[in-house]
DNA sequence: ACATCGATCTACT
DNA sequence: GTAGATCGATGTA
């Protein structure tokens, strides 16, 4: 898979798209890790921050794909997104979890943990390790010739793809969405089992 | 202006 | 297994 169709996939259907992040690899300076775990979000579900209002936050939602939405949660925690549709069209996959791989040190550091398990299972925590704030709003993950945070699309799909119900979702028609998804193959790493 | 609510994590039992 | 922390964005006035 390349750039190239991975980018046509996000603009195309989030939902087709998120389970094709799985085995990507997310990069900022020497930090490298594989995703594992993501969660489709589409504007004509009440769980999308995009839900029937633009408002200043989930503005860059409504622009091309391919673009980080970081926002803030739980007066604690940054959550790292990836834009997809077209513009005016608003939907978003979240990032959860991530296998770490290089610059184990540079997470450590960041996180104040030192448990590799620990290091990228959960969103808050990933963002929290590579150094993603508000301020990774608007980049162009895609973009691999920029040397700041960006995706490198997986060699081929994941083989063992698990979907399920998205974490933290009130119970009703949109909990039993299956727009998580998980690498079966790397269970370990993710947020929760 | 003010009250409410989280796409969570950690520490502690 | 679960309670508590913590604060920006949003909704209502």
Redesign the pocket.
């Given at each position: 898979m390349t750039q190239g169709d991975l980018l046509a996939a996000l603009r195309d259907d989030v939902v087709a798209a998120a389970p094709m992040l799985l085995g990507a690899i997310l990069v900022r300076g020497p930090m490298r890790c594989k995703i594992v775990e993501v969660?489709a979000?589409r504007s004509d579900d009440p769980?999308?921050?995009?839900y029937?209002?633009r408002?200043?936050?989930?503005e860059v939602m409504y622009g091309p794909p391919g673009i980080a939405?970081v926002?803030?949660?739980?007066?604690?925690?940054w959550?790292l997104?990836v834009v997809a549709h077209p513009p005016g069209d608003a939907a978003?996959i979240?990032i959860?979890a991530a296998q770490p791989l290089e610059g184990l040190e540079s997470m450590r550091a960041n996180?104040?943990?030192f448990k590799e398990r620990?290091l990228l299972?959960?969103?808050?925590?990933?963002a929290?390790a590579y150094g993603i704030t508000?301020e990774d709003t608007g980049t162009n993950l895609m973009d691999i010739s920029q040397d700041g945070l960006h995706l490198l699309a997986p060699g081929s799909p994941i083989a063992n793809v698990v979907t399920g119900a998205?974490?933290?979702?009130?119970e009703g028609k949109w909990h039993d969405v299956p727009w998580r998804f998980v690498d079966g193959d790397a269970i370990g790493w993710v947020?929760r089992r």
């Open positions: 969660e979000y769980a999308c921050h995009a029937q209002r408002t200043p936050r989930t939405y926002y803030f949660n739980y007066g604690v925690h959550m997104n978003a979240l959860r996180r104040g943990v620990d299972s959960g969103p808050g925590k990933l929290k508000g998205r974490i933290g979702i009130a947020s």
